[in-house]
């Protein structure tokens, strides 16, 4: 118990590792092998290390296991599947389906350095303004950075050809997948707001978050 207790946050990027194994067998048996593919899947892997590690350094913050969770389905989403295993590609909805659990992940990141801050009491109305200007911008920073490979790599991560083929204008997918960010931290707000209200953080608190609506 006291092993599983101290090496908790490790379980993520052990299942994480599993999940990569698997992904770059099923990839190198459908696509020719790229380098940048391969990448991707080590890097998805590495990110769900970043948490663990910053636990054991930090002797004041620790972060809950269950942010972990989130960043790495994210990274399953995105990177192993979406990418990886060409989902992207067989499925035109899996991008804003990405896109909009990036904007809920985020918006649960958000309360969480909301209450590190100690600004998770302020007004809902302001706290809700604040929670979706962080959302948006970081949903700004993912669409700056399909931007940057696709001018410095030849991807097509903007869907900008698919666009114009569709008859759409060229920025029509970078505009949705922000609006689909957007609604995804609608959907958080959602959950949020009952449990601020009428079970003072419930679940949040029991997910290792340390929220009090008082």
Same mark, same amino acid.
């Given at each position: ?31 020719? #092998? =790229? !380098? &940048? /593919?391969?990448?991707?899947? *080590?890097?998805?892997? @590495?990110?769900?290390?970043? %948490?663990? $590690? ?49 904007? #809920? =992940? !985020? &918006? /649960?990141?958000?309360?969480? *350095?909301?209450?590190? @801050?100690?600004?998770?009491? %302020?007004? $809902? ?53 922000? /609006? ?35």
């Amino acid at each position: 118990m006291n092993f599983l207790k101290k090496y908790k946050d490790f379980i993520t990027p052990a299942l994480m590792f599993v999940v990569s194994i698997i992904v770059f067998i099923v990839y190198i048996n459908i696509k020719v #092998f =790229e !380098v &940048a /593919i391969l990448m991707q899947i *080590i890097l998805s892997f @590495l990110g769900t290390l970043i %948490i663990p $590690i910053f636990n054991i350094f930090s002797k004041k913050v620790k972060i809950p296991l269950f942010l972990n969770i989130l960043i790495t389905l994210n990274l399953i989403l995105a990177m192993d599947l979406g990418s990886a295993l060409r989902f992207y590609d067989l499925f035109l909805i899996w991008d804003k389906v990405c896109h909009m659990y990036f904007g #809920f =992940e !985020v &918006a /649960i990141i958000f309360t969480y *350095i909301a209450q590190l @801050l100690k600004i998770d009491k %302020i007004n $809902i109305v302001g706290y809700s303004v604040i929670m979706m200007t962080f959302v948006l911008g970081c949903a700004a920073v993912w669409e700056m950075g399909e931007f940057f490979m696709d001018s410095n790599f030849g991807t097509e991560f903007q869907n900008i050809i698919r666009s114009q083929e569709l008859g759409r204008l060229p920025q029509s997918d970078t505009l949705w997948d922000i /609006i689909v960010a957007a609604i995804g931290d609608l959907i958080y707000l959602a959950i949020y707001l009952p449990e601020r209200y009428a079970t003072n953080f419930k679940i949040h608190n029991a997910l290792g978050f340390q929220l009090n609506k008082a």
